[in-house]
């Protein structure tokens, strides 16, 4: 798990795809208590600021995402 870290911190894999190798699961016992605190303060806002900094993007760029899921998995986005 730890390389997998480190090659999204040094974008060598993209979020979505270090899921992949985690039956794409995001567990509570994957984090230390600190993380756990940050992810479940963050996460509402999170998806609300995700879906924000997109519907901006598609809007500048003239068309519309079917859903936040259809964002491209690029090391940008």
């Keep these: ?4 870290i480190e090659l999204v911190k040094n974008n ?3 979020g979505a795809q270090f899921l ?6 995001f567990v509570d016992d994957m984090l230390s208590e600190t993380g756990n605190l940050f992810a479940q303060s ?3 806002e999170y998806t609300d600021d995700f879906c924000d900094i997109f519907n901006d993007k598609a809007m500048r760029s003239g068309f519309e995402y079917k859903s ?3 964002v491209e998995d690029t090391q940008e986005n």
């Design 1 to 4: 798990m730890k390389k997998n």
């Design 42 to 44: 963050y996460y509402d």
């Design 68 to 70: 936040l899921y259809h």
């Design 12 to 14: 060598g894999m993209t």
């Design 20 to 25: 992949m190798h985690w039956d794409e699961e």
